[in-house]
């Protein structure tokens, strides 16, 4: 049985971004995988610290992170993962610390200090990236799409694919009453949430489906 493994890095447990990661956990599950959502905000952990222990000649933690924390169980079950999938909102044009964070302990242990730098990861595996967002489409290709491409590059180089998966103008607020906000009508938010929304989630699903059917996506 494939495992998936889908890591949320938003604050929000039960919102966009863990909504979306659910529906890509229920699409592979539907392949037959098992699968697993990991919240970082549950985790205390810190980013790389420059201990350069994964790179030493013949060190015992050549290739992967010595550092011992909360995220360090999370590690080890994707190293053994047959999928991975990423998600995290946008946080002035960038993903989320935590997201940030973690993507430092995942990707650098795996990377060669050489010319042309190489992966030591243990296997190739097809990867995603989920993305949530405040901003247009078009905003976003105008400010987000090189963040976007360098993520998708990073996580292909090291795991073999990586697939992008993208939800603008998500809803911020239950109740917009509550907040000072003038950015937009939360009126068109509100139905955007009821009619694209959906679409988004069905999309995701999709994805996890294919992750698990299709391996490795040139």
């Known amino acids: 049985m494939k495992t998936v493994i889908a890591i949320n890095g938003s604050p929000r447990k039960k919102w966009n971004t863990a909504t979306l990661l659910e529906h890509a956990l229920e699409g592979a599950a539907s392949e037959g995988a098992r699968t697993e959502l990991v919240h970082l905000y549950d985790l205390d952990y810190k980013g790389c610290t420059s201990c350069f222990a994964c790179k030493l000649k013949g060190g015992k933690s050549y290739g992967k992170c010595a550092m011992k924390d909360g995220l360090t169980a999370v590690l080890e079950k994707i190293s053994a993962a047959d999928a991975l999938i990423l998600g995290s909102p946008i946080y002035f044009g960038i993903v989320t610390g935590e997201m940030r964070s973690f993507m430092e302990r995942l990707l650098f242990p795996n990377l060669t200090y050489t010319r042309p730098p190489q992966s ?99």
């Open 120 to 218: 030591l990861a243990p296997r190739q595996i097809p990867t995603a990236f989920v993305y949530t967002m405040n901003v247009s489409e078009q905003l976003m290709k105008e400010n987000y799409g090189p963040h976007i491409a360098a993520n998708a590059s990073v996580m292909k180089m090291m795991f073999g694919s990586c697939e992008s998966l993208y939800c603008t103008e998500t809803l911020q607020f239950e109740d917009y009453d509550k907040v000072v906000f003038s950015y937009f009508d939360p009126a068109e938010r509100r139905k955007r949430r009821t009619e694209v929304f959906p679409h988004d989630c069905r999309r995701a699903f999709e994805l996890g489906s294919r992750l698990v059917k299709t391996g490795i996506m040139e």
